[in-house]
C-alpha cells in the first residue's frame, strides 16, 4: 500500500493541491517554516492519528475558512480514497465516500511518524510511551480500540461518583468498577503480549543503528502483576480499586489501574531514560521508531507508511548513514529536510526530491538510489539481522 496522491485544501499554509508522490521515497526539501512539517501532519490527520502539533483542530484550517480538507488516493492493498474533513470540534472520515471512524482509516493507512513530539519519549511524562505501546497493541488487535473507550468512560465515571457529596451508591460504584476490572484486563494483557516482540524489535534496530547500549528492551511498570493471565489481572485490578477509594476521593482521580503503567526502555537493569546522551537518546527513538514499523509490516505482510519529520536537524552523521543504508527498497518513505545537501548526500533509496516553498510542492530532482527495490516475501528469506528495519 502506498500514498498515490494528496490532496489538500485549506490546510494551514498549504496550498490548494494534488501531488502525485513517487511510492518509496520522497525528500521533502526547504527552509523552515516553509510548510514540510504541515504536509506530515495533513498525512497524520488523514489516516485517523492526532495531530503530533494541536489538541484543537481548528489551528490546522487556514484563516478565514470553516474547514479544512485532506485526502489521499491509495494504490496497492488497500486501493481507494481516504479523506478527512478537519475542524473546530469536527472530525469525519471517509473512505471511497463512506464514513468511517478514525480506527477504520488508521487501518487503511497504517502510517509510523517519527517528529520533534517524540524526541522527549524516553525521558519525559509516561503518556507518550504508554501511546506509543498502545498504538502497536491496537493496530494488531483493533477490537482493543472499545476496550479502551469502555475503561476510560468507566473511569471518569467511578471519579464523579467518589467526588459526590455523601456516600457513594455502593452498587454503582461496583458495576463501574466491575467494567473497569473487565476492560483494564484486556488492555494489560495485551499490553504484555506486545511489548516483549517490540522490545526485540527495538534491540536489533538500536544495533544496527549503532547504539552503545547492549542487551536495549521495554519494560512495562504497572500496579498489576508482572506475568498473569487475564481473569487473575481482573481480579487484582478489582481488588486494587476497592483499596483505592478513599485516595482516590481525597485525590480526585484515579490512582489505581492500567492508565498508570509506565514504558521504560532499559540496557540490562539499568534505565536509560537518565543514563543515555541527548545523541543517544534520539538513537534509541529512532530505533524504537523503526521497530513499530517492522512489527507493523510483520503482522500485516506490508510496510507502512514511514514519516521521519526534520531528519537531519541534529542526528549523529554516523547513525544517519546506518539509518538510509538500513531502508530498503520497498515500502514508501516521507523525510523532511531543511538542508537538501546533506540529504541528498546519504544512501536512500530511489525516490522524488520535492521543494517546498510558501506552502507549494514542486518535484525538485530525483534520487537514484543505491539499493534493489526488496519485496517483503524476499526480506522475509534474509537474516533479521539484515532486513530488521525493513520488515
Not at 217 to 240: C, N
Request: aromatic content about 6%.
Amino acid at each position: 500500500m502506498e500514498i498515490g496522491t494528496l490532496t489538500v485544501e485549506a490546510f494551514r499554509n498549504l496550498t490548494p493541491s494534488r501531488h502525485a508522490f513517487h511510492p518509496r521515497m520522497n525528500l521533502l526539501v526547504g527552509a523552515n517554516g516553509q510548510g514540510k512539517t504541515n504536509v506530515l501532519e495533513s498525512l497524520a490527520l488523514v489516516s485517523g492519528r492526532p495531530s503530533f502539533r494541536t489538541a484543537d483542530l481548528a489551528d490546522v484550517v487556514r484563516a478565514g475558512e470553516a474547514a479544512a480538507a485532506v485526502s489521499v488516493h491509495l494504490t496497492g492493498e488497500p486501493d481507494g480514497a481516504l479523506g478527512a474533513l478537519l475542524s473546530r470540534g469536527r472530525r469525519e472520515h471517509a473512505w471511497n465516500g463512506r464514513k468511517v471512524s478514525r480506527l477504520e482509516a488508521s487501518q487503511k493507512l497504517p502510517i509510523v511518524f517519527l517528529t520533534a513530539a517524540d524526541l522527549g519519549r524516553l525521558a519525559g511524562p509516561p503518556t507518550e510511551r504508554r501511546r506509543a505501546l498502545d498504538r502497536v497493541a491496537v493496530a494488531l488487535e483493533p477490537g482493543l480500540a472499545g476496550e479502551f473507550r469502555r475503561y476510560e468512560k468507566a473511569r471518569a465515571e467511578r471519579v464523579a461518583l467518589l467526588a459526590s457529596p455523601g456516600t457513594p451508591d455502593r452498587d454503582a460504584l461496583s458495576s463501574w468498577e466491575d467494567i473497569l476490572a473487565a476492560t483494564g484486563a484486556s488492555i494489560a494483557s495485551a499490553r504484555r503480549r506486545h511489548i516483549g516482540p517490540l522490545g526485540c524489535r527495538l534491540a536489533d534496530t538500536a544495533r544496527l543503528l549503532g547504539s552503545p547500549w547492549s542487551d536495549v528492551s521495554l519494560r512495562l511498570v504497572s500496579d498489576l502483576p508482572a506475568r498473569a493471565d487475564r481473569e487473575t489481572l481482573a481480579e487484582a485490578l478489582r481488588r486494587g480499586l476497592r483499596q483505592s477509594e478513599p485516595g482516590d476521593r481525597r485525590a480526585g482521580r484515579a490512582l489505581f489501574g492500567p492508565h498508570r503503567d509506565d514504558v521504560s526502555v532499559v540496557s540490562g537493569p539499568t534505565a536509560l531514560s537518565t543514563r543515555a546522551s541527548s545523541g543517544e537518546t534520539r538513537t534509541l527513538v529512532l530505533a524504537w521508531a523503526l521497530a513499530e514499523r517492522a512489527i507493523l509490516a510483520e503482522a500485516r505482510g506490508a510496510f507502512p507508511v514511514f514519516a521521519f519529520d526534520d531528519f537531519d536537524s541534529e542526528w549523529d552523521p554516523a547513525v544517519l548513514t546506518r539509518f538510509a543504508e538500513a531502508l530498503p527498497g520497498d515500502g514508501q518513505v516521507f523525510l523532511t529536510s531543511a538542508r537538501a545537501s546533506v540529504a541528498r548526500a546519504l544512501p536512500l533509496p530511489e525516490g522524488t526530491v520535492w521543494e517546498v516553498a510558501a506552502g507549494a510542492l514542486s518535484p525538485a530532482g530525483h534520487l537514484a538510489g543505491r539499493f534493489p527495490v526488496v519485496s517483503p516475501a524476499a526480506a522475509g528469506r534474509q537474516e533479521r539481522s539484515e532486513d530488521v528495519l525493513d520488515s
